[in-house]
C-alpha cells in the first residue's frame, strides 16, 4: 500500500479548556446557533484548511502550542463571514473555493486551488485512479482536502450532503483499493474511498487549497 498524509496533523490537536478533552480539527456543533450547527460542516473545514496553511510549523512548535476550542470557534466565526452556507449548504466544489478564496483575499492572502468533481451521472466521472492521483497530488503538497460527500452510498462512516478534511490517503499501486482518513466532529475517522466511489449516487468532489508560492 502507498501511503500519502500532511505532515503536521499535530496542529489539528484541539484543546478544550473547560473539559481538557482533545479534538482534531473543527466541529460544526461548536457553532453558537441552531442554524450554524446543522450547516456549519463546510465553513468549518474551510477553517480546517486556512488554519493548517497559515500555521504549519514543524512538530516540536506545534506542540508547544496546542490550539484551543475558544480560539478555534472565534476562528470559525469569522470564516462563516465569507464562508456562509445556503439553505442548500455549500452543494458544489465551486461554491466552496469560491467563498474560500474571497475570505483569503480579505486576509491579503494569496491562495490558489484545485478541484476534482464526482457528478451525479456515473458515465461522467472521472476514474477513481484519476482521483487518486488529485488527492495524492494535494497531499503531497502539504494541503488538506476538503472532501464534499453528497451522498454516502454504503460507506456508513460518512454523514450525506456533508464536507469533512482528508487528512491522509492510503491506496494500492494497481488504484483499484484506496482509505483515506478524515476529521469530522472534532475526530479522526477512516473512510473506504472505493467503496463510496463505487456506491456514492449522488457523487461529490474535492478541493485543495495552497499558498500561492507554494
Known amino acids: 500500500m502507498i501511503v500519502r498524509s500532511i505532515t503536521n496533523l499535530k496542529l489539528f490537536k484541539v ?3 473547560g473539559t481538557n478533552e482533545m479534538f482534531y480539527g473543527c466541529n460544526q456543533e461548536w457553532y453558537g446557533t441552531d442554524w450554524q450547527r446543522r450547516s456549519g460542516c463546510g465553513p468549518s473545514v474551510a477553517s480546517n484548511i ?3 496553511l497559515n500555521n504549519n510549523k514543524t512538530i516540536s512548535d506545534a506542540e508547544k502550542n496546542v490550539n484551543t476550542k475558544n480560539k478555534c470557534v472565534s476562528f470559525m466565526e469569522e470564516v ?3 464562508v456562509t452556507p445556503t439553505n442548500e449548504g455549500i452543494p458544489t466544489t465551486k461554491m466552496f473555493y469560491d467563498h474560500v478564496v ?3 483575499k480579505s486576509k491579503g492572502l494569496n491562495v490558489k486551488y484545485g478541484f476534482c468533481d464526482v457528478p451525479e451521472d456515473k458515465l461522467l466521472r472521472p476514474k477513481l485512479s484519476k482521483i487518486l492521483d488529485f488527492l495524492e497530488e494535494a ?3 502539504d494541503s488538506p482536502i476538503a472532501f464534499l460527500n453528497l451522498s454516502n452510498g454504503d460507506e456508513k462512516n460518512l454523514e450525506p450532503w456533508h464536507w469533512v478534511t482528508i487528512i491522509s490517503l ?3 499501486e494497481n488504484k483499484k483499493s484506496a482509505f483515506i482518513k478524515i476529521l469530522d466532529e472534532g475526530l479522526i475517522k477512516n473512510i473506504n474511498l ?13 478541493v485543495y487549497l495552497l499558498n500561492a508560492t507554494s
Not at 196 to 206: A, D, E, I, R, S
Open 102 to 104: 474571497a475570505y483569503t
Open 170 to 172: 492510503q491506496f494500492t
Open 15 to 17: 484543546l478544550d479548556e
Open 139 to 141: 497531499l503531497i503538497k
Open 80 to 82: 462563516w463571514e465569507h
Open 194 to 206: 472505493e467503496l463510496w466511489y463505487n456506491t456514492t449516487t449522488l457523487g461529490g468532489g474535492f
Open 50 to 52: 486556512v488554519f493548517y
